[in-house]
């Protein structure tokens, strides 16, 4: 299915639409990053390597959901499966969808250093069905893992990818059939599927050399009547009132809450700004992700999900938590329970939330 542009873009902040690379062949941002002192790069990498709180890793080990094969074949259509991160699987049409896949041990280049999982896979990857298609944002190593695109790359029909990802899968050995590669505000169709690749505020590279030599991207995904909207990983900024604007409103967001801090806003939002985007999405529902899984911030690891629901509360807006494994209805989602939260010995954390409101075990 060949590629198209969507109606015309909506300018926002003096945007070049769709992204192209400078004259120095790198991406750049729709806003302009503001400037860091040399000192207060410095004290940043400082704090982080040597400062670090210790709450930024669980203490115990996490409630998870298993899951087995049989369990996701019968699953009906327009179920969601968060398996960790950034990594959801859902089923429409009978047919499986994965973004950001991450089944390493390490967020990392190798996988004897680097950030380790708080929990295993809620099911191996050798026990995943087939998958229709991938969804990748961007190439960071905690969204773009190659041993686990090289494991599933022989039941993937469709990887999709913004600008230069496709190119590593390639590289990678994944057919080039297979890749998809869109720039922003690029459509393509899959199975009656319609995605879109829109902009989003971060970067992109795998090692110094190669800094925003690929485009980073969020993605709305349409499937008749369901709108679906996926982040990726991005700071705030007016993108998100365009791309709701064009494809608003979206019955679900998943949207990157965690690994975050004031002084890297710019590309990774606050829960507060997370908040915001979803309202100028004019999405209904919201579900958390980037989070739970990797220590790659120095808040405390669950610091995201209440502060999320904290601002979701005060806007009456839903957001739904399901635990890491367990099934979530993409159309009329149940509540979810406030898993992050040590409880007594109660199976699997079962304090629930109130999804109406923002709550969570309160």
């Not at 990498?45 to 409630?63: E, G, Q, Y």
């Not at 999982?117 to 773009?144: K, N, W």
């Not at 496709?166 to 599927?193: E, F, H, M, S």
């Not at 997370?274 to 808040?299: K, S, Y």
């Amino acid at each position: 299915m060949p590629l198209s542009n969507a109606a015309s873009p909506l300018p926002f902040a003096g945007s070049e639409t769709p992204a192209a690379p400078g004259p120095d062949g790198t991406f750049r941002n729709a806003v302009r990053k503001p400037r860091q002192g040399f000192w207060q790069g410095l004290g940043l990498m400082w704090t982080f390597f040597f400062k670090k709180p210790a709450d930024t890793v669980p203490n115990r080990a996490l409630p998870t959901q298993p899951l087995t094969r049989d369990q996701l074949l019968q699953a009906p259509d327009r179920t969601l499966f968060r398996l960790g991160h950034s990594t959801v699987l859902f089923k429409l049409r009978g047919r499986f969808w994965l973004t950001d896949p991450v089944f390493s041990k390490r967020a990392s280049p190798v996988q004897w250093i680097g950030p380790k999982r708080f929990h295993a896979p809620p099911i191996a990857l050798a026990d995943l069905p087939d998958i229709e298609g991938v969804i990748l944002s961007h190439d960071h190593y905690d969204h773009l893992d190659r041993d686990t695109v090289r494991a599933l790359a022989p039941r993937v029909k469709h990887f999709l990818t913004p600008i230069g990802v496709g190119d590593r899968l390639i590289d990678w050995g994944v057919a080039a059939d297979k890749v998809r590669q869109l720039n922003w505000w690029q459509t393509t169709t899959v199975g009656g599927l319609q995605f879109t690749a829109t902009p989003a505020q971060h970067f992109s590279g795998r090692t110094l050399s190669d800094g925003n030599r690929t485009l980073w991207a969020s993605w709305v995904l349409i499937d008749d009547d369901l709108r679906l909207f996926f982040s990726g990983d991005t700071g705030y900024f007016p993108g998100f009132k365009a791309i709701g604007e064009r494809f608003g409103p979206f019955d679900l967001t998943l949207m990157e809450t965690g690994a975050y801090d004031p002084r890297w806003s710019y590309v990774h939002m606050l829960p507060e700004q997370t908040l915001q985007a979803h309202l100028d999405l004019r999405g209904r529902r919201l579900v958390p992700i980037h989070n739970g899984t990797f220590d790659l911030a120095l808040h405390p690891w669950q610091e995201p999900f209440e502060r999320i629901l904290s601002a979701a509360r005060a806007h009456g807006i839903e957001v739904a938590t399901p635990m890491i494994g367990a099934a979530l209805d993409m159309v009329r989602p149940a509540a979810t329970p406030a898993w992050w939260r040590p409880q007594p010995e109660t199976p699997q954390g079962a304090v629930t939330s109130s999804l109406a409101a923002g709550h969570a075990g309160n």
